[in-house]
């Protein structure tokens, strides 16, 4: 189970590792990170509002996450989902 998102980027690019055959250069790992960010932001803008998220008053990205896990409800599944179809799209072959 994935808990947050640093979670969900390491295994995104542990799996698209694995199944490729090969290390990921530098680049690749930060195209991954970059794309599930902004999947699951996409997502949680869906279920909580940017007001919402700044009266959390944060005080970073760790501290946000946290508090986000304990404000919406199905927080896990939304990092699972967003994580497996991401994954689902980056693997899948492309048609021309």
């Not at 690019?13 to 996409?42: A, H, M, P």
């Amino acid at each position: 189970m994935l808990k947050t998102l640093n979670e969900a980027k390491n295994y995104a690019i542990n799996r698209v590792s694995e199944i490729e055959g090969e290390e990921l250069v530098e680049t690749e790992k930060l195209l991954i990170q970059s794309q599930i960010e902004e999947l699951f932001s996409d997502k949680l803008s869906n279920v909580i509002s940017e007001e919402d998220v700044e009266a959390l008053q944060a005080e970073n990205m760790d501290d946000l996450e946290w508090k986000l896990f304990y404000k919406v409800p199905n927080y896990v599944s939304l990092l699972e989902e967003t994580t497996a179809e991401f994954l689902a799209e980056y693997l899948s072959p492309i048609e021309e």
